[in-house]
């Protein structure tokens, strides 16, 4: 199976480990990313307003270069680009005056024509976890794992559809699916702060603390995200965390593509974790698994 | 051109005050009709509608002998009654005059353009005109009436318009699902707004029914088939085998310690548990063990021989009063009318996992606590922690539990809500003084009578906590529930903690109801509530005849509504039963024989169930009590071997010719 894939720019620099480890398990599972050449930014956010179509220039040109190459399928990595594409992909399917005034604007044509998946939709409804367990080379047995979604995954779910919005399952069934086990983790898709990093650090902490705290509580070992803004968040805050309360148990945050390149058995040393804050090296290794 | 009209027709053209001579020229209509063929009298007068006005018309009929009349005045669902009685007392067909409506089809929506009014007005009335011409004398038809009738549900609602329809002396059949009568009523412990106990007063009811001699009982039973239509309905009732026989049965209980099964108890919402065999309702007057068969291991053992299977029931019982080889009953009543009073169903709690529905044990729905409060229930009447007995010090209510949540749940307002929680929470505070309770609410809802009072007594006397926000999430920290919440009127997020939470679910229709919607041929709407005919002046017929509704089948709504709705329906069929016969309309659809194939597209079109193959001639037949004259059959036909009666396909190209014609300026 092949897809047209599009990283999006966070996955070219601060979140190149979810970029590397996604596209060489992709060959591990028999599916090809071919990166779509001469991609632009997704947007980054969906416009709100509804006449701000400008916005919505970009996402589209996106869609209609992957409709233009002969792809029906576009896979995304990032929560946020997903996002983007996918809401933006609802508006040309749906609404014909938007789209009409967009798409002249570009001067492309293009209809909606385009499935937007998320990685982790591909693993699910393409693959199959059935499939994708039984080619797990190293079952993460004895590992907890706490399944943070955020926001952008799920929301508004009119649009996005992936998985119910206040109690979703589709990361716990991937985590079983490679021999770990979920922790049960109320705060799974609590906000951890966003773009409030940028303006109110503090908000930022508070949030990632309760989240943080949450995991510890329930027994997890690590915590997995599919968004560079909420690995960010959650895991770089922690020395502001460490610094209010030097009581705090701190937990490694990381990308779902790296634990499950870790199940495949891929070198671990292409895996980047020594980016990550709260390296993970530690723990795997005392688990067995790397 | 046409030949010349044999016919004597009048008009009669009605100013309407001003409503229609304003803009209709109305002597120039007058001028025009009397030119059109056929007419042999045209006039036009200030109000044909009046005692006079009238009078004109039936004079007119008599003296110049007219065979059509075509009355141009407002609508005809004004009007077409009144004229087509005054031309019925002096010896025309009724059938034979039409209203040409002139007024909302014309003078309102034209009211600054007299001359094109005017020649509109003259158009409509050619083309009623050219109706009249080819319409047929009829009658009025006749229909059997049985003056019986069957209430599906024996809930609140099923009972009291039985009992009412009993009194005043008709026989009933009530078909209930369940092993007794009482519904959900039989689970609630107490009604707002006055504290009174329930058990006591559906107690008093069921008691009733149950002696009535004019009231016929099934249990564990269900509606299989209906045939038939108003008047003359055959209604095939499926019974479940009664495994145990009550004649031969002591209640000494033995069996229900001998059966194996443990399942959660569905009366007492899981707080308790049975075995197959179990008593339904132990409050209940009937003590008699049910078996349910789906949950017995006799039946389940496929494999093993009969002297394996278990029959520890049967074992147990010393006055061999159960036979696992009892069979299914099966019985047929004849009746005029039917009951839809089949009720409801709480919207599972486990479509709220995010509030911990179905998982933690510590979060119940509302008829759970109602059977917590129950003095009969399976806590003894004490609200109690359901993980481990302990008495709850704080217990939070939500309400719109899955209701008012368009996106995701239920779009409607499950209407008792917020008046059970009020009542639910007034009720905990009275039992745990020291313990607090929390509401969280959207908007509160009390328009009943006495209703605000009671609500404004909880808040302001019983310091009930009411918090207007929506639970965002409920989960388990350290022993106890947690509660993430907020307070839109100061803006506050805020996360408490909770020893119990009792969700108020949004009432859905009883599971199975499309397919029972289905066999009583009764429309259903989007969230599968049966539709009655026009909410505001029909509200308890549905769409087949003499088929009514009752009850939250219909939509939620509290005892109060229920009963009322209940004695409505009953009081309608009442009214219907005042008759000897039925009458039904004459303009139906009738069947050409000689052009039918029988292929049957018109049954499977027919929305009343109306159309019916005959076998014998593979001719399809129209069943003339239950047409309604909707006209669908006659578009579907492929060979256009339906016509409505007085409404044929030749009548209304003609009137469509009529209007689309060139038409000749008239000013």
Known sequence: MRYSYFPGCTLYTKAKKLDDAGRECSLKLGFELDELPDWTCCGATFPLVNDQHMLMSGPTRILADTKDRGDDKLVALCSVCYNVLKR?????????????????????????????????????????????????????EGLKVACYYGCLLLRPVKEIGLDRMENPTIFEDFIRALGAE??????????????????????????????????????????????PLCQFNLDDRQPEILKEDPAFTTIPVFYFTQLLAVALGLDSGNLGFERNFINPLELLQEKGLV | MDKKCDKKLGVFVCWCGSNIAGSVDVDKAVEEAGKLDGVVHAENYMYMCSDPGQQKVKDTIVEKGLDGVVVACCSPRMHENTFRKAAGSVGLNSYLLEIANIREHCSWVHQNNKPVATAKAVNIIKATLDKVKENLPLETLTIELTKRVCVVGGGIAGIMSALDLADAGYEV???????????????????????????????????????HPNIKVYVNSEVEVLDGYVGNFNVTIKTRPAFVDSAKCTSCGECLAACPVSLPDEFNRGLSRRGAIFIYNASAEARIPVLRQEDCRHFADFEQSQEEKCRACVQSCSENAIDLGALPGRSEEFVGAI??????????????PEYGGGTIPDVVDALAFERMLDPNGPTGGKVLCHSDGRIPKSVMFIQCAGSRDPERHKAYCSRACCMYTAKQARLYKRQVEDG????????????????????????????????RGRVAKVFEENGRLKVFTADTLTGRQITMDADLVVLAMAMEPKAGVRELAKKMNVTIDGDAFLSETHIKLYPVESSTKGVYLAGCGQAPKDITDTVSQALATAGKIQTMFSNETLIADPLIAEVKDDVCSGCGVCIEICPYGARVMNDFVRISEVNQAVCQGCGACIAACPNKACELINSTSRQFLRVIGDFTSKVKAVV
């Open chain 1, 88 to 140: 933006t992909n609802h508006v040309m399917l749906n609404d014909e005056e938007r789209r009409a005034k967009i798409t002249d604007f570009i001067e492309r044509d293009y209809h909606g024509e385009v499935e937007v998946l998320h990685y982790l939709q591909v693993l699910r409804d393409e693959i199959g976890f059935d499939a994708l367990k039984e080619k797990v080379v190293k079952p993460l």
């Open chain 1, 182 to 227: 979920p922790v049960d983790f109320p705060f799974k898709i609590e906000c951890c702060g966003a773009f409030q990093t940028v303006n109110s650090m503090a908000t930022a902490t508070r949030c990632s603390r309760e989240i943080l705290s949450n995991a510890v509580q329930n027994g997890a070992d690590l915590v997995i995200t599919t968004c």
């Open chain 2, 173 to 211: 059949v009530i078909v209930e699902k369940e092993p007794v009568i009482g519904g959900h009523t039989a689970q609630v412990s107490s009604s707002f707004p006055y504290f009174q106990n329930i058990s006591k007063l559906l107690g008093e009811k069921v008691k009733a029914v149950l002696e």
């Open chain 2, 339 to 352: 009951v839809m009073a089949t009720g409801y169903d709480l919207y599972s709690p486990a479509n709220l």
């Open chain 2, 436 to 467: 607090t309770a929390f509401i969280s609410y959207m908007d509160i809802r009390s328009d009943s009578r006495d209703f605000e009072e009671f609500v404004q007594v909880g808040m302001e006397q019983e310091n009930l906590v009411y918090i």
